[in-house]
């Protein structure tokens, strides 16, 4: 899917974050947000990814504009298309990596033999064994729980995959891994767009947003 920014203005109160601000993401890349702490990269991505208003001017999905949808349609949206990977990993940590990855199922009619077998498959993509479906969250490393967290966008094949700082909170290795799957996620089809600081990946990305 292609996304389009237009003149678009994002303000906090008085504070200006950015400013009458163009681009476009071509369907199918892979694209880096960077800039300085408190530049306003998180509220950008918020804002493509229809978490956060703009103040002013247009967001387009492919050729629809999509500033203006109702609440219901960009739900749709959000079960149909779009997937987003929060800093913290966005998992519930007492639950099972198997409870955390049906989330992603719910709104499918799925047994739970075709749910457990869908997850199992998903957990391969991403590395992981299948005797973790049954772990508490708590209980894997930080890589790992990134990777419950990939594994469960995955399970909805989205067409936006959006990644707030995903490789931020791991360790070189870990990292490296993360970012094979992104680019293994993106070369599949799915539009990418992660916010980060790290620089050492920046010969994967097509563009980078500076802000
Ligand atoms: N909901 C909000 N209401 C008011 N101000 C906000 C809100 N969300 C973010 N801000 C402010 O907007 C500015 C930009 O925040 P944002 O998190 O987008 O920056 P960032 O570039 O991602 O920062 P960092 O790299 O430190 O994570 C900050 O000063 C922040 O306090």
Known sequence: MKLTLRHATKR????????????????????????????????????????????????????????????????????????????????????????????ALRYERLSAKKCKQRCLAVLCKVNLADTLLDEPIFRLSGGEQQRVAIARCLLRQPRLLFADEPINALDRDNAADIMRLLQAINASGCTVVLVTHDDTYDNCYDDVIYL
Do not use: H
């Not at 804002?47 to 504009?65: H, K, R, W």
């Open 12 to 103: 906090f109160d008085d504070k200006i974050l950015f400013k009458q601000c163009s681009f476009t993401i071509p369907s199918g890349s892979f694209v880096a947000i960077k800039g300085k702490s408190g530049a306003g990269k998180s509220t950008l991505l918020n804002c493509l990814a229809l978490i956060e208003p703009l103040t002013s001017g247009q967001l387009l999905f492919d050729e629809t504009d999509v500033t203006m949808l109702s609440w219901s349609k960009k739900s749709r949206l959000y079960r149909q298309d779009i997937s987003f990977i929060v800093q913290d990993f966005g998992l519930m940590p007492n639950e099972t990596v198997m409870e955390n990855l049906i989330i």
